[in-house]
């Protein structure tokens, strides 16, 4: 845990798709101002609500600062930078504390405490280091023996999902879910939370060469029923559904598609949008608001932790890590993209043109991504 | 109070316009079966939603009848019919009870009393007399010596306007509520009852010649803002409104016109659509249902009645009629289309030809107007 002196840093200058915009940099560490903390990330994830970020859909603000970063050009030599850290999540560790923090902060800081990045709306978490304010981060003093990659992903997605399931309406045991983008990091906690808490899923996804392998790794996790979305208005899905008391539709996708989910509500059904992946909107109309009773609401965890104590957070985060490591909930499946060789203290960075492409390639896979920073946890 | 042996009804074969398929019948007034009251009615509204069942846009069972119709043919004579009288809310009283009636109905009707059709989805209104079961109508004991035309209303509009600021959001004094449509039967009556609770209102209106005297008009009745629909985006009335508690939008128009009102909203609040005379749905996008956090609701009274006793109609009723009857809530201004000349014993029926066509020209005036079947209650 020695402070180096460069830290690194997916970092865009402007709003466009992520795989464009988004550049690698080696950045001067400056010296922590008394009032910050320094954090090394172990890991942070790729959500596609941060992809929504980079590409500025999601009307929220910049966060811009000046960062000195090595240059990229033949010649070497550094130069100013004025942008924003990509990212949303991460799991990292104290490094140092500011000589002030103690006094400005009701939590105990400790060098080497895990911490969860809780800044809002956006956390500049794809950084192998950065300067937080105390109010910034939550330490994690009970981490149930978990790595940083399952953790990583509870902030965001798995309290989406949880809360989600608990905050909309009031479900009865027996009661149908359907969502979208099912087999998201998202979906995949909805499923698990969902078969624990007594309610059925129907998970949509879009048609692909491995359907059935996709549907097979979702039953697995506790689906009742998958389907391909093309075939969501197909008379047998109807057929199927018709007798379901289906009261909530997830949705992360907008747009006419989600509509195809609404047709499956029973009356006074409420479909619930917590992304935005089509870019378009829902087109909700007269008579199913009137006469079929649908509500059409967002859902965005940011603002029931805005809304909520720290304390509710770690009650909420405890019950969720205390699931896996039980082994009740499985973390979603991710890929990781390593921004190191080697492993433990043996460990060092790779050439900053193999990170920079990494991170490019990772942005058109497809696949749930996870950056690792270290693992020398 | 004479039983007559030919009633007259306004009556569709198949949906379409009203000026197209609403044809005017005289047709044979059947014994009266033993379980069913025969009530002739005063007088009978017609509502957006009428025009919208007629059209066929809501998708509510239809109730076809077979009538004996004169026929409206140069030879003369009688032929059979079978459609759908139009209509959903009239005032009338009961001419002759069936034999069974008290043993079936908890109601006590008695010759004269005065009635308010309850069927739903479609009562059948626009006739002079018709056949109906007990429980298809509500015997009004304290009509507070108010006329069938400030009585007639009270179903749809009034109580639809008295619902929708109590149930869909919690709102405080001085909180704004926005509707479009705000000259209807309904817009009179939020802009009075929001005066009465404490509440202010924008009123959203399409442009047009005479808009300082509708603007008066509605300021008569008090309404605190009337803004033309097409002025919503100008950057006068952002600024008016940008620092008002605009928690409720009240929309009878649906589509991207609504959506106008949704950009005046504050954060959490509530649009409800409760007509839809643009017949094009509304644009719901992932930001504003996620970040801005605009919940989009339907409301349909209907549904209040469903849910709640007649008792507590009649207490809602009872509260609007003694408004009114205190001067303290003025009925919708409504346009008399006449089925009869004369008045008092001296009225007798108009040629049917007139009578189609006054009831034909309704349709496309654009006046709020209802039906006057005869004068002499």
Chains 1, 2 share one sequence.
């Not at 690698?24 to 954090?39: G, R, S, W």
């Not at 208005?233 to 008391?245: F, M, T, Y």
Request: charged letters at 20%; one cysteine or more.
């Amino acid at each position: 845990m020695v402070k180096p002196e460069w830290g690194r840093a997916a970092i865009y200058t402007q709003h466009g798709n992520p795989q464009d915009v988004i550049k690698v940099y080696d950045f001067k560490l400056e010296a922590l101002p008394e009032d910050k903390i320094l954090i090394e990330n172990f890991v942070a994830p790729i959500n596609p609500s941060d992809v929504n970020v980079v590409q500025g859909v999601y009307p929220l603000p910049k966060d811009r600062t000046e960062f000195t970063v090595k240059s990229n050009s033949a010649e070497g030599g550094v130069e100013k930078l004025v942008g924003t850290i990509g990212g949303n999540e991460s799991i990292g560790r104290v490094l140092e504390i500011g000589s002030k923090v103690a006094s400005i902060s009701q939590q105990n800081f400790a060098v080497g405490d895990w911490v969860m990045f809780m800044s809002s709306p956006v956390a500049s978490a794809w950084t192998t280091h950065t300067h937080v304010s105390p109010n910034e981060v939550i330490v994690l003093k009970n981490t149930h023996g978990l790595s940083p990659t399952q953790i990583a992903s509870i902030k965001v997605n798995a309290s989406t999902a949880y809360r989600m399931l608990l905050d909309i309406v009031k479900l009865e045991k027996g009661d149908y879910v359907i969502q979208n983008g099912a087999n998201s990091g998202v979906g995949q906690i909805i499923i698990q939370l969902a078969k624990r808490w007594g309610y059925h899923t129907v998970n949509v996804v879009r048609g692909r060469e491995n359907f059935d392998q996709l549907e097979s790794f979702l039953k697995g996790l506790g689906a009742d029923i998958v389907v391909k979305e093309e075939d969501l208005e197909s008379p047998e899905v109807v057929a199927l559904l018709a007798d379901k008391p289906v009261r909530l539709a997830l949705d992360c996708v907008c747009g006419p598609q989600a509509m195809k989910m609404v047709k499956h509500l029973k009356p006074e059904g409420v479909i619930a949008t917590y992304g935005g992946m089509s870019k378009q909107p829902m087109p909700a109309s007269a008579p199913i608001l009137i006469f079929k009773d649908i509500t059409f609401k967002g859902y965005w965890v940011s603002k029931w932790y805005k809304k909520n104590t720290p304390a509710k957070w770690l009650e909420m985060w405890d019950d969720i890590m205390t699931m896996m490591e039980k082994g009740e909930l499985k973390e979603q499946v991710t890929t990781p993209i390593n921004w190191f060789s080697g492993s433990g203290s043996s460990e060092k960075p790779l050439d900053i043109q193999e990170v920079q492409n990494a991170v490019t390639s990772t942005f058109t896979s497809g696949r749930k991504e996870i950056f690792v920073f270290t693992n020398n946890y």
